[in-house]
């Protein structure tokens, strides 16, 4: 054998994984080998591939279970490491974690966005001396992506487990796409809480990819297979910059998408009926340009990456269909990571406010609504990229504030004709003031007074007289909207302001 | 059989389907009135409504049942 047919069939060897007996088990529940997971992902194959030869006297562990390099993704570079789940079920060693940590210093030095394929049983408890409590050990992953974070993109996309100490990965991506039915997050099994604290539950209970993306949060896309994961990430990837000096790539702009109701005729006069705010969106973006970022989670909140005139814009709306728009715990959550998200990466915001305000009661002041919306409130006011409020419809109390109100520096606060802006609505507010008036007034005279009251507080909060004390900036006809948008972040986009001097705050979380 | 439960806390303001009636997936069951807004609560599956487990006027709690589909 020739010196390079040695190395040839070094390099096939290594190039096919595990054994054959785990390729069938992985096909046989829909996943994919790693390297044809990657070749989907990157316009062609794996350009940079470095330790590919890890651990390569030990036949077993081809790669030592993990591949790790640079490819190009709509034609810019990203670094990724993905596990090999047909090498020891994609466990880390110390070659695995070494390779991990040094793409993830590649990415920090390139300022490239770095994307995790995570298929592994977790630590290689054979290994733990070398690869978990040292210097160079499995924590130093973490460390680097909390160092990489809001620097450049960091992507999660979950094809299997991700156990114990490896469930963190996700946790510190900027997103998480997981597969039904195969991906999984948990720190300890269905067998070890069984044994621990005695609880029965499956593993799709407990940690599934449908759990996390609906009740968790931990999760943000949940794909039907590999091969959507895959296609998510690449669309996904489309409205970001390379890293946080960059600006996001403009794209040609598209007209928005046919439809037989006009804006006007699509939002109803009684502020208190619901209506389907993504008919509202679908009005104002390019056409098919929404990516919904945590669709199944806290819908009453909806958060989605856009293009309008063919600029990337990060969408935060109330949603009148669910839960009435009101904001709760999980969505003032959602908000908050989703406007840090954007504002990290130079994505300007719109809100699109029809907000009754956070919700009240027992159970969500247990839950600390007051410090998530804190949460919230924080991200937005802190976020200095182009902000455009949009007032659609009513916007009562501490929603006007969470959605971008006039106080909180928006580059613009819009209103829609429909728009009210008050501390809360009138039934509340009629309420509130004549309370003790309309229990002294006999039963009959009753009804009388509370119209007549009504009508004088929604006089006091009409739009035209907020507009008057240019509580407002613009009123705009609902059908105009998208044009008036347009121009707007056109002509903010040079906006370059820094929020305040300091090290960093001390956020409400 | 699927249970159709209350999005959030507030009080049955309408029932809009019957016991018995043929729904489609989110077609809308009830719609509750909290925070001085309509709430609908859609089903979340196709099917037949084998029980409604609410009157109008009933106050509910976010995860009580309104409706058992099947």
Redesign the interface.
Known sequence: MTINQTLEEKAKKIASGGAEKYHQKNAEKGKMFVRKRLELLFDDDIDIEDAFFANCQDEKLPADGVVTGIGKINGEKVCVMANDSTVKAGSWGARTVEKIIRIQETALKLNLPMLYLVDSAGARITDQVEMFPNRRGAGRIFHNQIKLSGRVPQVCLLFGPSAAGGAYIPAFCDIVVMVDGNASMYLGSPRMAEKVIGEKVTLEEMGGANMHCSVSGCGDVLAKDEQEAISFARKYLSYFPSNYRNLPKRHDSLEPADFDKTVEELIPKNQ???FDMYQLIDRLIDEDSFCEIKKKFAPELITGLSRIDGRSVGIIANQ???????L?PDSADKAAKFIQLCDAFNIPLLFLADI??F???T?VERAGIIRHGAKMLSAMSEATVPKISVVVRKAYGAGLYAMAGPAFEPDACLALPTAQIAVM?P??AVNAVYANKIAELPEEERPAFIKEKHEEYKENIDIYRLASEMVVDDIVQPDRLRDELSTRFEAYSHKDVTFTERKHGVYPV | MNEVKASMAGSVWKIVAQQGEEISEGQDIAILESMKMEIPIPAESGGTIKELKVSEGDFVNEGDVIAIIE
């Open positions: 208190n009926a619901p009148p269909r669910a839960k009435g728009g009101v709760f009754p305000g919700m009240i009661g159970r609505g039934e509340a």
